[in-house]
């Protein structure tokens, strides 16, 4: 086990330095890193915000406010007169999927829809009829869904016609930030991937998509890799005199190089707000799942894997809304029970493997003695079980896997849960310890161009958490249930 605090002294850090962004679902935050990835000591800040979110399926959030809350981390973290002109850099990831509409003036004419905002599944339903939705991921790596442009375009052409007809871009929440504070829409390769627009081989738009969504190639920015970066001024603030800004990545790719996934041999399991299964790839997954999705994130290099909609979601939502005891840790840690409800956790809708847009949660085997603390433990193990259906459609494409790596928020304030997802997926995990993984990875990423040379220090480690083989017939039998449940009200088989 490594260490679970990192932290350096300023004094101490190591030359370049490097001031990571990362724009979450619940939170933006910022903090400088050294050379070697370490967060310098008290130069870390963050800003909570939430999604605007309704029963008709609307997840935004206001982009003007999150460009607001960047400007606050920039101006806490670069306050230290000590840095002087220490930072060279300065890289940001966002949560990805998200889109904003903006005019010729790069003003927003609509929020920013996030990748939960599944209002266009009627329009999703009718792209399945019109393409060729296998062919469609093939080349894009991508499926047909709501939290992909193609559809919102369509969604927004039908719902709000006067704004698409004023809109001359759409943005990316991060190209949108970048825009307003250094004057480009800097959009990274994986940003752009995650539009479910970009050919994963040729690194070029797709035309059939485009024309099926009403859009043209020059309303979107073009995809540029990490190592391009620009030099955009200090922007009023004397410690970036000297920084270059990088293009904005999306946050898989950052978790990933941050919990130390950086080939493939080690799969990420992320456990934030939404979660997910990934693994870095030299090159396309060829042929790729029709579960899951492959983003192209540099010139390179290739995503494989599959979201989760709903993972710290749904922990928040058991733990706000149940009368939990004091020992729910305890019901996390106790050997499985038949007597445990089963629960799909849809609660903002499913993405893969199923791509079922409009999926909402479903509970079954509720009798008058479950109790809360067992309708809890039933639904971190709906999550796990979710992840579960992501690993068996990943395996076939990547057979070489010998790690799970889980790193998040949700993983770091409920470990015991990583027992849960240990069983269930019938593999070691290996919980990541540091709080601020996804920061780390953006920040190592900016410092692959900046300081290649330099060593970095070790990720920070915990438990490894190992499947106990008296509980794999019982997952077994819980996994089969899932899939027969899962059939019914989700895809009505």
């Not at 709000?160 to 990316?172: D, E, G, Y």
Request: with cysteine.
């Amino acid at each position: 086990m490594t260490r679970i605090d990192d932290h350096i002294e300023l004094k101490a850090a190591l030359d370049p330095l490097v001031l990571a962004l990362d724009i979450g679902s619940t939170a933006t935050r910022g903090g400088v890193h050294d050379a070697s990835g370490r967060p310098v000591h008290g130069l870390q800040h963050k800003v909570p915000h939430a999604f605007t979110v309704a029963p008709d399926g609307t997840s935004v959030i206001d982009p003007d406010q999150v460009t607001a809350e960047v400007g606050q981390v920039l101006d806490a973290v670069t306050g230290d007169p000590r840095l002087g002109t220490r930072i060279a850099g300065v890289v940001m990831d966002t949560f990805a999927a998200s889109l904003i509409g903006v005019d010729a003036a790069g003003r927003a004419l609509t929020p920013c829809l996030t990748y939960a905002d599944s209002r266009s599944a009627g329009e999703v339903a009718g792209l399945r009829r019109e393409l060729d939705e296998h062919a469609v991921q093939q080349r894009t790596g991508t499926r047909l869904h709501t939290s992909y442009h193609a559809p919102r375009l369509r969604w927004l052409a039908a719902t709000q016609p006067r704004v698409v007809a004023a809109a001359t871009r759409w943005w990316s929440l991060g190209e949108y930030v970048w825009a307003q504070l250094i004057g480009e829409p800097l959009a990274g390769t994986s940003t752009v991937a995650w539009t479910g627009l970009l050919d994963r081989r040729t690194g070029e738009l797709d035309a059939e998509l485009l024309a099926a969504a009403g859009a043209e190639p020059g309303q979107f920015a073009p995809p540029r890799d990490l190592t391009d970066p620009v030099a955009a001024g200090p922007q009023g603030r004397p410690a970036l005199a000297r920084a270059r800004w990088f293009p904005v990545i999306t946050d898989g790719f950052a978790s990933n190089v941050g919990s130390g996934a950086t080939d493939a041999t080690v799969l990420t399991a992320a456990t934030a707000t939404s979660g997910a299964l990934r693994v870095l790839l030299d090159g396309p997954a060829d042929p790729l799942p029709f579960g899951l999705w492959n983003y192209r994130v540099d010139a390179r290099r290739t995503l494989l894997g599959g979201a989760i909609n709903d993972v710290g979601r749904a922990v928040s939502w058991a733990e706000n809304t149940l009368r939990l005891s004091a020992d729910s840790a305890g019901v996390l840690s106790a050997p499985p029970s038949d007597a445990t409800p089963l629960v799909l956790p849809y609660f903002t809708g499913e993405r893969a493997p199923g791509w079922a847009g409009g999926a909402r949660a479903a509970l079954t085997g509720v009798s008058a003695a479950t109790d809360a603390d067992t309708l809890f433990r039933a639904i971190v193990e709906g999550v796990a079980l979710t992840y579960a259906r992501v690993a068996d459609e990943l395996h076939p494409a990547a057979p070489q896997v010998l790690e799970v790596a889980a790193a998040g928020r949700v993983s770091n304030d409920r470990p015991e849960w990583l027992q849960v997802l240990a069983d269930v997926l019938g593999r070691p995990v290996t919980h990541v310890t540091r709080r601020r993984s996804t920061q780390r990875g953006s920040a190592l990423l900016a410092l692959d161009v900046l300081a290649p040379d330099t060593p970095r220090a070790p990720r920070a480690t915990g438990t490894t958490y190992e499947p106990v083989a008296a509980h794999a017939d019982h997952y077994a039998q819980r996994r089969a249930r899932f899939t027969e449940l899962y059939d019914t009200p989700v895809t009505g088989t």
